[in-house]
């Protein structure tokens, strides 16, 4: 069992930065490859990033390839989204995934509750 919790949501304005963080409990975080979804209003969950349980390969969503960054710390426990040229299409609420080692991200094992972002225009 895995416990994930976000932080870092809130609201920016089009053209900023944030970025997010993802607690997990447990001992066995190295064990899963992580990865970030995001909802908008009236819209289905779509995939944004995921990584690699050692870090070392990354995945993107088109839509934000060359803005966000997903990287992990296994010491802590901790996997973050930096999202840079963030814009109104980014208005979300961005939720952290753990999945096993090659798991289809169509079936996520663990979901965090979410945390919300916003862009101001």
């Known amino acids: 069992q895995v416990q994930l919790v976000e932080s870092g949501g809130g609201l920016v304005q089009a053209g900023g930065s944030l970025s997010l963080s993802c607690a997990a409990s447990g001992r066995t975080f190295s064990s899963y490859a992580m990865g970030w979804f995001r909802q908008a209003p009236g819209k289905e969950r779509e995939f944004v990033a995921a990584i690699s349980r050692s870090g070392g390969s990354t995945y993107y969503a088109d839509s934000v390839k060359g803005r966000f960054t997903i990287s992990r710390d296994n010491y802590k426990n901790t996997v973050y989204l930096h999202m840079n040229s963030l814009n109104s299409e980014d208005t979300a609420v961005y939720y952290c995934?753990?999945?096993?080692?090659?798991?289809?991200?169509?079936?996520?094992?663990?979901w965090g509750q979410g945390t919300q972002v916003t862009v101001s225009s």
């Open positions: 995934a753990a999945n096993w080692a090659g798991s289809s991200w169509r079936n996520v094992a663990y």
